[in-house]
C-alpha cells in the first residue's frame, strides 16, 4: 500500500511541475507574440479553425482526466494519511492491552518481543513469541496475537486460553505442552456438571525426576496473605505467580477454565550478572500495576462461558483486595529443582500441585534454586 501511495504522490508532484511549465511556456509565448506579431490568410482560416477544434477537444478530454487523477490523488493520500492516524492510535491502544495481558492473565508467561505482522490498510496484527521461567531457564511457549484496526480496538481479541483435556492433564492447542492448573477448592469435582480435570498432586511424582528443573502451581487449601506465603514457601522452590482466585470458587464452570489472573513476582539483577532474574518477591507498586492492568483487560473484552462472566468475577476480587497488605492469593506458580518438590504436598495449606513445563539442566547455566 505504501508503495502505491508513492505513484499518487508521484502524480501531485508531476501535475505541479507541470502546471509550473505550462506557466513558463504561456508567458514566452506572450512576450513573443507581443515583439513579432502575424497574420494568417484568409484561405487558412477554415484549416486553422478546423485544427484548433481538433486541439482544443484533446487538451479538454487530457485536462478533464488529469484533473480527475488528481482528485483521486488528493482524495487517496488524504484517506491513507487519516488511516494511518488512526491505525497509529489503534495500535498504541492494542500494544497497551496486550502489555496489560502479559502482566495480569498470563501465567508465569513472559513476552520475547511484540512484532507487527500480517500488515493490512485497514486492520493488522501485534504478534508475541512468548516463554516460561523455569528456575532461571528460559522454555519456549506458545505465540499470541492482537488483532487490531482502523475503527480502534472495542473488539479486541483476547487470547484467552481453551486447552485440550487429555488424561487428566491440560495442554495448549498449538504446541501440545502441559498447562500448569490451579484448582477451586470448593467445587463439588464428582457433580454430573463437572467435566474438567480432578485436583492433582504432582509435586512427589517429579521429585523422582533428577537433573531437571520444574514449573508446579500449587492451589492452596484457602487465600493466604503475601507475607503468609513468604512464610510458607520453601526457600528452596521460587515463585515465580501470584494466582488471585476466583470470587465464586463453587462454580463448576469456572472450574473448567484455564484463565487465571494474577501477577509476576518482581526481578532483579542476578548474582552473577546484570541479566534480571524473577526474585519471588512483590511490593506495592507492582501490585497497584497488577489492579490497573486488570481493568484494562476486562474493559476491553468480556470473557463469558456458559452465562458466567469471568471477568466481572475478577473484578470483584480486584475491588476485595485494593492493595498488597489487604490481598490475600489463592495459588502460586512455583520452580526449582525437580527434588526441591519433594514432601511439598505433606504441607496442611496445599490443596494442590498440577507441573507444568519441565527442562533438563544444562552445566552451562545454573538454576536460580
Known amino acids: 500500500m505504501r508503495t502505491i501511495m508513492i505513484f499518487f504522490y508521484f502524480i501531485l508532484l508531476i501535475t505541479f511541475a507541470f502546471g509550473m511549465f505550462r506557466f513558463i511556456l504561456y508567458t514566452i509565448k506572450k512576450i513573443r507574440h507581443k515583439k513579432s506579431p502575424q497574420s494568417h490568410p484568409v484561405s487558412n482560416l477554415g484549416k486553422d ?15 478533464t482526466a488529469w484533473i480527475a487523477l488528481v482528485i483521486i490523488s488528493l482524495v487517496t493520500a ?6 494511518s492516524h488512526y491505525m497509529e492510535k489503534a495500535y498504541f491502544k492494542t500494544s497497551e492491552k496486550a502489555f496489560a495481558y502479559f502482566t495480569s492473565a498470563a501465567p508465569n508467561i513472559i513476552a520475547n518481543n511484540q512484532i507487527i505482522d500480517d500488515y493490512g490498510i485497514f486492520s493488522s496484527n501485534i504478534h508475541s513469541d512468548t516463554y516460561k521461567d523455569v528456575d532461571g531457564y528460559h522454555v519456549p511457549w506458545r505465540s499470541y496475537d492482537f488483532g487490531f484496526g482502523t475503527l480502534g480496538t472495542t473488539n479486541l481479541s483476547i487470547p484467552f486460553s481453551s486447552p485440550v483435556n487429555s488424561e487428566n492433564s491440560y495442554y495448549t492447542q498449538d504446541t501440545s505442552q502441559k498447562i500448569a492448573t490451579f484448582f477451586s477448592t470448593k467445587v463439588n469435582y464428582h457433580s454430573k456438571d463437572y467435566t474438567g480435570i480432578l485436583p492433582t498432586h504432582d509435586a512427589d511424582k517429579i521429585a523422582q525426576l533428577s537433573n531437571h528443573v520444574a514449573e508446579v502451581a ?3 487449601d484457602k487465600p493466604y496473605s503475601y507475607l503468609d506465603i513468604q512464610e510458607m514457601i520453601p526457600k528452596n522452590l521460587l515463585i515465580n505467580w501470584y494466582w488471585i482466585g476466583y470470587n465464586n470458587p463453587k462454580s463448576t464452570i469456572v ?12 526481578s532483579s539483577p542476578t548474582k552473577t550478572n546484570s541479566n534480571p532474574q524473577l526474585n519471588g518477591k512483590l511490593d506495592d507498586k507492582s501490585y497497584v500495576s497488577f489492579i490497573k ?12 462461558i456458559n452465562n458466567f462472566n469471568l471477568t466481572k468475577d475478577v473484578l470483584k476480587q480486584s475491588q476485595k483486595y485494593p492493595s498488597l497488605k489487604t490481598a490475600k492469593f489463592s495459588g502460586v506458580i512455583l520452580t526449582g529443582r525437580t527434588k526441591n518438590f519433594e514432601n511439598l504436598d505433606k504441607n496442611s495449606w496445599v490443596y494442590a500441585t498440577n507441573v507444568g513445563v519441565i527442562t ?10
Open 49 to 63: 479553425f478546423t485544427s484548433f477544434a481538433n486541439k482544443t477537444k484533446w487538451k479538454r478530454w487530457g485536462i
Open 78 to 83: 488524504l484517506t491513507w494519511n487519516i488511516n
Open 218 to 220: 500449587v492451589t492452596f
Open 255 to 266: 472450574a473448567e477454565q484455564t484463565n487465571w489472573y494474577g501477577l509476576m513476582s518482581n
Open 293 to 304: 492492568n486488570l481493568q484494562v483487560i476486562t474493559q476491553a473484552q468480556q470473557l463469558i
Open 360 to 369: 533438563e539442566i544444562r552445566p552451562d547455566i545454573p538454576p536460580v534454586k
